[in-house]
T-cell receptor, first 114, second 113 residues
Framework: AQSVTQPDIHITVSEGASLELRCNYS??????LFWYVQSPGQGLQLLLK??????LVQGIKGFEAEFKRSQSSFNLRKPSVHWSDAAEYFC????????????FGGGTRVLVKP | NAGVTQTPKFQVLKTGQSMTLQCAQD?????MYWYRQDPGMGLRLIYY???????DKGEVPNGYNVSRLNKREFSLRLESAAPSQTSVYFC????????????FGQGTRLTVV
């Protein structure tokens, strides 16, 4: 079945430590790939997107993501986490391969320890 | 710069009541979406409108209807609310369906008692 999966429901990280959030997809072809962030009580904001080209994508707020076709993954990373990065993060897929609809994973909630 | 505006922000309904959630965007986007967000389930697509005059079912359309009133506005109607429809509802818009950035409203928190 076509799906986008975020295996980690919660992640706790210390301020200043690195962060990696996992995203896997299962589609017949490579969909367009997105990462969104949702701060408490807010709507969603786009962090970055991948359509084609360079497999390492830079986004806002110091985030980057790497597309790995062989692993059907699009993992999000940040080298040094700030307390303001505490939020919920969503991987999403779109484009023709995903039926031209924007479909979201279940989300990963990130807690940042002082 | 309003972006995507949803009204109301909060609503409490009794089982069986009806209501319409309103959404308007000022970015001249072709595509609009309605999602619901429930804990642990991410955002699930209810209905979407690829362009003015068209609407399509998403993943969880049962119990909902939509109207794409014009290019700016996309409303979601609950004809007979049920407790299972307690959720946070998000409207979004994008230039084209599914392959460009989507912009989200602030959400409507709906409780059905």
């Amino acid at each position: 079945a076509q799906s986008v999966t975020q295996p980690d429901i919660h992640i706790t990280v210390s301020e200043g430590a690195s962060l990696e959030l996992r995203c896997n997809y299962s589609y017949g072809a490579t969909p367009y790939l997105f990462w969104y962030v949702q701060s408490p009580g807010q709507g969603l904001q786009l962090l970055l997107k991948y359509f084609s080209g360079d497999t390492l994508v830079q986004g806002i707020k110091g985030f980057e993501a790497e597309f790995k076709r062989s692993q059907s993954s699009f993992n999000l990373r940040k080298p040094s986490v700030h307390w303001s990065d505490a939020a919920e993060y969503f991987c999403a897929v779109g484009g023709k391969a995903a039926g031209n609809k924007l479909t979201f994973g279940g989300g990963t909630r990130v807690l940042v320890k002082p | 710069n309003a972006g995507v505006t949803q009204t109301p922000k909060f609503q409490v309904l009794k089982t069986g009541q009806s209501m319409t959630l309103q959404c308007a965007q000022d970015m001249n986007h072709n595509s609009m979406y309605w999602y619901r967000q429930d804990p642990g389930m991410g955002l699930r697509l209810i209905y979407y409108s690829a362009s003015e005059g068209t609407t399509d079912k998403g993943e969880v359309p049962n119990g909902y209807n939509v109207s794409r009133l014009n290019k700016r506005e996309f409303s979601l109607r609950l004809e007979s609310a049920a407790p299972s429809q307690t959720s946070v509802y998000f409207c979004a818009s994008s230039e084209r369906t599914g392959n460009t950035e989507a912009f989200f409203g602030q959400g409507t928190r709906l409780t059905v008692v």
